[in-house]
């Protein structure tokens, strides 16, 4: 057997290629609109993280812009030496103050964080534990540390009884996403904030896609459910509703302090680059400037939502802009998002391991400028092939 055995062996592809149903790294040749141009044609997008329509804000691509012309393009080193420029202290400063939080660390990319900062307090003798659909960031981060790992059943808060009570002795973090990003589903944390008055542990709130989305200001999944304090740590990335790429995490000083010096993936990763933070900051400005993005997205996705029920498509427990069209089969998912596209629709597929197996899904997602034009193309474009495979009649 040889190292490179298994991508020999790796049949699957070849076949979905050959069955033309191959639907992943599809190229856009525009920018992440309501609408992005493909093979020379028009679609509209509903499978983008850019909820507030901020990654084309012309404030945010101007202080992008003007970032690039002072700092230059990159840093040449991590944030341990070389690398922390001003605006990565400011951006800190305005992302504490964004979540009420002491402090916050900016990271290359939001997985890196959820790795560095999971694996950093997560040690000998600690458990890590996780709800089951958590993203895959979180269960590396959690394979990272030192520490045991457990997982408890999805949104079951009785299930996570029963694991802090049976780990009474040990020290625990419990890492939850507040939003769920394949399902849409929003974590149960008013019932898992209540645990503490039975058990002792840590709660880390993974919210990149509530950010921006839930709370009456945009703070997020604990802003929607007034549990801000309640938070230890809060992790968040920038390419959902804050415009670029990169990941940040909010805690008390003690906290961020310890991150510094021992979270491997931002002290062992370059700095962000200067663009990028810029582009959050300016975005973090326009959440609290333009609220009424934020209105119009919970308009959008409420007519999306009330649309595809009316038509008879399962949704699950769809509670947020992500909105999954449940279709069963992996290879069924493959071919509704090629036939979406004829019609003008982008949307993307996800199958096991992302979902649990027989349960594949099309995931879209919604932006606050996507218009009614837009939306009714999309929801034709759903019956259409829904109807022709089956899913609906």
Excluded at 117 to 129: F, K, P, W, Y
Excluded at 133 to 157: M, Q, T, W
Excluded at 248 to 266: G, Q, T
Aim: include cysteine; proline fraction near 4%; charged fraction near 25%.
């Amino acid at each position: 057997m040889g190292i490179f055995d298994k991508c020999h062996q790796f049949e699957e592809l070849g076949k979905v290629r050959a069955a033309g149903i191959y639907p992943y790294f599809r190229v856009i040749t525009s920018q992440q609109d309501p609408v992005v141009m493909m093979d020379g044609k028009e679609v509209v997008m509903c499978g983008s993280n850019n909820y507030l329509g901020l990654a084309s804000h012309p404030k945010v691509k101007e202080a992008a812009a003007q970032a690039v012309m002072k700092y230059g393009t990159g840093c040449a080193g991590s944030r341990f030496l070389n690398g922390t420029l001003d605006i990565h202290v400011e951006l800190e400063e305005k992302l504490a103050d964004f979540f009420s939080k002491e402090a916050a660390l900016v990271y290359a990319t939001g997985y890196q964080t959820n790795l560095g900062v999971i694996s950093a307090l997560v040690g000998r003798g600690d458990i890590a534990i996780s709800d089951r659909l958590n993203h895959a960031s979180i269960v590396d981060g959690c394979r990272l540390s030192y520490g045991e790992i457990k997982k408890f059943r999805h949104n079951d808060p009785e299930d996570l009884d029963r694991l802090l009570e049976s780990h009474r002795d040990k020290d625990k973090l419990v890492i939850i996403d507040g939003v769920f990003s394949m399902e849409g589903d929003i974590a149960p944390l008013p019932d898992i904030v209540a645990l503490r008055e039975k058990h002792d542990f840590g709660i880390m709130l993974d919210d990149a896609h509530g950010v921006g989305v839930l709370g009456k200001t945009g703070r997020g999944t604990a802003e929607h459910f007034g549990l801000e304090n309640e938070m230890d740590v809060i992790m968040g990335t920038y390419s959902k509703s804050l415009a670029t790429i990169g990941g940040f995490v909010a805690a008390s000083e003690e906290i961020i302090d310890y991150l510094k010096h021992f979270s491997r993936s931002m002290i062992f990763s370059a700095s962000l680059a200067p663009a990028l933070v810029a582009a959050v900051s300016a975005a973090l400005d326009i959440i609290d400037q333009e609220p009424e993005r934020r209105a119009r997205l919970w308009e959008n996705t409420q007519r999306m939502m009330d649309g595809f029920r009316s038509f008879g498509f399962d949704i699950g427990d769809a509670a947020t802009p992500i909105i999954p069209i449940v279709v069963g089969e992996d290879l069924l998912a493959f071919k509704v998002a090629l036939m979406l596209q004829e019609e003008g629709v982008f949307a993307n597929p996800v199958i096991s391991p992302a979902t649990p197996p027989g349960r594949a899904l099309i995931r879209t997602s919604y932006m606050a400028t996507h218009t009614d034009e837009h939306l009714d193309r999309v929801l034709d474009a759903f019956v259409k092939v829904g109807k022709t495979v089956g899913l609906i009649s």
